[in-house]
């Protein structure tokens, strides 16, 4: 059976990049061992804590 997630994720974003953007994801994903959502759900937490500060 399959064990339930604490914090399911039911929404979904996508985004178009360049090449160039790409390639940058990608060794971000080969530097951090972490995979693209996880990057842009980081990106998105320091976003967020940096307009909280211009506030």
Request: aromatic share 4%.
């Amino acid at each position: 059976m399959q064990r339930m997630k604490d914090k399911p994720r039911y929404n979904v974003v996508s985004m178009r990049v360049t090449d160039e953007e790409l390639e940058v994801l990608e060794r971000a994903t080969r530097i951090t061992q972490k995979n693209v959502s996880a990057l842009m759900r980081e990106a998105m937490w320091l976003l967020q804590r940096d307009l909280e500060r211009v506030r």
